[in-house]
């Protein structure tokens, strides 16, 4: 094993080969930690929810968070950008919803840590 970052020795060697294997790429890791800094800010939490709850467009999310429409598209781009929301163009109107099940399960699952 190689220990040329660490300043210490392992413990239990055959445990640390039995894991290593197991853990993700770092480009996956960066990308988990880049979703995490994009689910850590609570507009765009509540954005996430209210999407969740319903397809909306920006106006009426503006209203319903108390936001302009200015800050709420600014955040909205973070969350596409992201793949955490998708937008649907019908006539003069965007509609933005979550972009896959996937957004709906980790939500609900972190509400329910956060609860318990």
Known sequence: MDNKKTDCEACNIDLINKVKPNM???QTLYELSDFFKVMGDSTRIQLLWALE???MCVSDLAVLLNMTKSAVSHQLKVLRTAKLVKAL???KNV???LDDAH??????????HVIE
């Open 24 to 26: 993700p790429k770092m």
């Open 53 to 55: 709850e319903s397809e």
């Open 89 to 91: 163009k019908t006539g």
């Open 95 to 97: 509609y933005y919803s």
């Open 103 to 112: 957004i709906k399960e980790i939500l609900e699952k972190a509400l329910e």
